[in-house]
């Protein structure tokens, strides 16, 4: 099968491109050229590579009508979707996509990466939530998302929603931006880990499924569900850092949750990795940055 990635070489883009890759699609990896991306692209065949612009049909693959399906990837996402540009990239760039398959290849299998966010803040609620739920958006980022799940929902193509849970990108540092975001989640908040290599399966899977035209919540399962703070605590412990005080986060819930992903795990079959086994990847992607961080343990807690 002919497939298209679009935001091939992002941070979920490159497992979501490797997954396709090993399985023995034809895979053509489409992304804006920039180093950071150049730099991801070396790990992929060069003949499989296009670079363009999701918002300039012009730039987009001449092979697009022999595609079989295309996974959309390509997405601003928080801090900086909430800046007035992004909308141009995730709304505009989706809807540009969509009016050239419906235009050129309308049997073509579109899977949309959304997210739970658009369910909004469900921790008042009994867990687990399900994606009957209405949405509920209140930033540029869910509304973006929801409009996107709308254009897709209504276009001819043969359509796939994957909503995706919380999925932590294999990279650990203690930046202000990054504890900004981190104590931006309240500590005792519901969350649900999802293995990005989980999320590659579950995009692979998405494409051959005969199970179309509907929207499926993409989490690790119960196994992977637990609170915002026994996360951060595991994860600081890598460092030999102890956890952050709890009264530094903030206090107001957030639109992480536990979801029931008993349907998406029948259809897509993508649950394979635990939180341990994030661990263990991140160890190893981090290398001698883990030892280095070990050895400024007992400076960095005053900072963090």
């Given at each position: 099968?002919?497939v298209?990635?679009?935001?091939?070489?992002?941070g979920?883009?490159?497992?979501v491109?490797?997954?396709?890759?090993?399985a023995g699609?034809d895979?053509?990896?489409?992304?804006?050229?920039?180093?950071?991306?150049?730099?991801?692209?070396?790990?992929f065949?060069?003949n499989c590579?296009?670079?363009?612009d999701?918002t300039?049909?012009k730039?987009?693959?001449?092979?697009?009508?022999?595609?079989?399906?295309?996974i959309h990837?390509?997405f601003i996402?928080?801090?900086?979707?909430e800046?007035?540009?992004?909308?141009?990239i995730?709304?505009?760039g989706?809807?540009?996509?969509?009016?050239?398959l419906?235009?050129?290849?309308?049997t073509?299998?579109?899977?949309?990466?959304?997210?739970?966010?658009?369910?909004g803040?469900?921790q008042?609620?009994?867990?687990p939530?399900?994606s009957?739920?209405p949405?509920?958006?209140k930033?540029?980022?869910t509304?973006?998302?929801a409009?996107?799940?709308?254009?897709v929902?209504e276009?001819?193509l043969d359509w796939?929603?994957?909503?995706?849970?919380?999925?932590?990108?294999?990279?650990?540092?203690?930046?202000?931006?990054?504890?900004k975001?981190?104590?931006?989640?309240?500590?005792?908040?519901r969350v649900?880990f999802?293995?990005?290599k989980?999320?590659?399966i579950?995009?692979?899977?998405?494409?051959?499924?005969?199970?179309?035209?509907e929207?499926?919540?993409?989490g690790?399962?119960p196994?992977?569900?637990?609170?915002?703070?026994?996360?951060i605590?595991q994860?600081?412990?890598?460092f030999?850092?102890?956890?952050p005080?709890?009264?530094?986060?903030?206090?107001?819930?957030?639109?992480?949750?536990w979801?029931?992903?008993?349907?998406s795990?029948?259809?897509?079959?993508?649950?394979?990795?635990?939180?341990?086994?994030y661990?263990?990847?991140?160890?190893?992607?981090?290398?001698?940055?883990?030892?280095?961080?070990r050895?400024?343990?007992p400076?960095?807690?005053f900072?963090?």
């Open positions: 099968m002919k298209l990635v679009t935001g091939a070489f992002g979920l883009g490159r497992h491109s490797q997954e396709l890759l090993d699609f895979v053509t990896f489409f992304d804006i050229k920039t180093k950071k991306n150049e730099k991801v692209a070396k790990n065949p060069p590579i296009h670079w363009g999701i300039d049909p730039t987009y693959p001449e092979n697009l009508s022999d595609m079989d399906a295309v990837l390509a996402i928080p801090p900086k979707s800046e007035r540009w992004a909308r141009k995730n709304v505009g989706t809807r540009a996509l969509l009016e050239k419906n235009a050129v290849n309308p073509c299998r579109f899977v949309f990466s959304s997210s739970v966010a658009v369910m803040v469900t008042h609620l009994q867990p939530i399900t009957d739920h949405i509920i958006v930033d540029f980022y509304s973006d998302k409009i996107c799940e709308f254009l929902q276009s001819n796939v929603i994957l909503r995706f849970a919380e999925a932590p990108h294999l990279e650990f540092d203690l930046r202000p931006s990054y504890l975001q981190m104590y931006s989640i309240a500590w005792y908040n649900e999802i293995h990005p989980d999320i590659a579950a995009c692979k899977n998405a494409v051959t499924t005969k199970y179309s035209k929207i499926y919540l993409i690790g399962g196994a992977c569900q637990t609170t915002f703070y026994d996360q605590t994860l600081f412990a890598i030999n850092l102890p956890p005080k709890k009264e530094k986060f903030n206090q107001n819930p957030v639109w992480l949750d979801y029931d992903t008993s349907r795990q029948k259809v897509l079959q993508f649950q394979r990795h635990t939180f341990e086994d661990i263990q990847d991140l160890k190893k992607n981090l290398g001698w940055k883990v030892s280095f961080i050895f400024f343990a400076l960095a807690k900072f963090i």
